[in-house]
């Protein structure tokens, strides 16, 4: 098991397709109120970028690995025996299981203050929005609506595994890890920057440039 880090460097739209009385989309939070990022979002982010980076060798004339190799590690090629040999758990704030158990225990002594839209406010900001008239200038009635982005700066940690992961599998992993730098909604202006990194050499690409490029 590998640690994937992704930090936010910008505000992020991670919704949770629910809202509120006061918030048209909120974030996806536990029971506490806690942000975190799923597993299924992180898998289909780091497919995404897998996908970019080999399309771009294809163009570039590399052969590091190829679009079908990418399909195979995230177990999306048709016609094959579903496999799914990769492993992904959710990311969550750093050292989440104690921020958890302090904040069970003041929620059942101050259930009043300590309240999961609280501690949701902690690590989030609302953003508000409307649609202009192009001819007024002035707002449209009835569309403005609001939703909730994560604060720039966090950091969610998670874990990641390939069972009986291949050299070109290694590749393909730290390219899309290395290349990721959006997640969630609203990215073409500017939510939801990142870097994202896996806290172990064997996935530098400094280090394995050499074998990677020269293929």
């Known amino acids: ?15 949770s397709g629910q809202g509120d009385v006061n918030t048209d989309s909120t974030i996806v939070h536990d029971r506490y109120g806690i ?15 897998a996908l970019e980076v080999a399309e771009m060798m294809k163009a570039a004339g590399m ?7 990418v399909k195979g590690l995230f177990n999306r090629l048709e016609g094959v025996e579903d496999n799914p040999r990769m492993s992904i758990s959710n990311l969550n704030i ?6 958890a158990t302090e904040l069970a225990a003041l929620e059942a002594q101050y259930p009043a203050v300590f309240t999961k839209e609280r501690v949701l406010e902690e690590y989030t900001s609302m ?17 403005l609506h609001n939703s909730r982005a994560l604060n720039r700066g966090l950091t969610f940690i998670g874990k990641i595994d390939v069972v009986d992961m291949t050299d070109t599998e290694g590749f393909i992993l730290s ?28 996935f530098d690409l400094e280090i394995l440039g050499g074998k990677l490029w020269n293929k």
Do not use: H, W
């Open 1 to 15: 098991m590998y640690t994937l880090t992704i930090k936010l460097l910008s505000p992020t739209m991670l919704m």
């Open 35 to 49: 942000p975190f990022i799923p597993a299924k979002r992180v898998r289909g982010v780091l497919y995404e970028s």
């Open 63 to 69: 052969g590091a690995f190829t679009i079908d190799d």
């Open 94 to 99: 750093a050292d989440y299981d104690v921020v």
């Open 127 to 143: 953003r508000y929005y409307t649609s202009i008239d192009k001819e007024t200038g002035s707002t449209v009635e009835g569309t």
């Open 175 to 202: 390219c899309a890890v290395r290349n990721l730098t959006g997640i969630g909604g609203k990215r073409n202006r500017g939510f939801g920057q990142v870097e994202c990194t896996i806290d172990d050499k064997a």
